[in-house]
Nanobody, 120 residues
């Protein structure tokens, strides 16, 4: 599976962005999809995930502000980010794996990352 993330950019605190991740080359609907992020000087961390059956899980830091969704007809997963904060600034990566998990190592496929910068 090849993943292509897009939609990053510069936004003011309190604003919104929607990231997209398009998949090709595999059975998209059978994968769990997730978003991770990596801020400068920090380790990559789990943001949210969506199981192939529809269940979701969010990191506490984004719960209530971010929403993950998928369109299997378009082979695309989305991350709607609202009420953005400066601490959300990071490179955001989409990932695909066999099941919903928070561990980086359980995802075998990764997109290239898209930069989100939130100014104060």
């Amino acid at each position: 599976v090849q993943l292509q993330a897009s939609g990053g950019g510069l936004v003011q605190a309190g604003g919104s962005l929607r990231l997209s991740c398009s998949a090709s080359g595999g059975s998209f609907s059978s994968y769990a999809m997730a978003w991770f992020r990596q801020a400068p000087g920090k380790e990559r961390e789990f943001v949210t995930g969506l199981a192939w059956a529809g269940g979701t899980y969010y990191a506490d830091s984004v719960k209530g502000r971010f929403t993950i969704s998928r369109d299997n007809a378009k082979n695309t997963v989305y991350l709607q980010m609202d009420s953005l904060k400066p601490e959300d600034t990071a490179v955001y990566y989409c990932a695909a794996g066999p099941s919903l998990a928070t561990q980086i190592g359980l995802y075998g496929y990764w997109g290239q990352g898209t930069l989100v910068t939130v100014s104060s």
